[in-house]
């Protein structure tokens, strides 16, 4: 007799501790990137024993902080903006 298990989608559902291979697959990134990361010291984690341990709140925040485009900075317009003209300089009068 077949087990009934609900298949999730990946990334879907993340507990609020998680372990190496719990966060490795939440971001997608294999296990050996992580312990990269950690010795590093590139990404928040807890050390419980002798295993890691990262909490999905931070984690998400540092998501946030290593964004590329911050929201504070000025996006590039799509839109055709023509250059304003160049004022030319009148020639000064001779005495």
């Not at 997608?28 to 990404?43: N, P, Q, T, V």
């Not at 807890?46 to 929201?71: A, C, H, M, P, V």
């Amino acid at each position: 007799m077949e087990k009934d298990r609900k298949v999730r989608p990946q990334g879907s559902f993340a507990p609020e501790v998680m372990d190496i291979r719990s966060v490795s697959k939440y971001l997608g990134m294999g296990k050996s990137k992580i312990y990269a990361l950690i010795r590093l010291k590139k990404i928040p984690a807890s050390r419980i024993g002798r295993q890691y341990r990262f909490s999905k709140e931070i984690i998400d925040n540092w998501l946030k902080e290593k964004l590329i485009t911050r929201s504070e900075e000025p996006q590039m317009s799509l839109t055709f903006e023509p250059k304003s003209e160049i004022k030319k300089e009148e020639p000064h009068a001779s005495s």
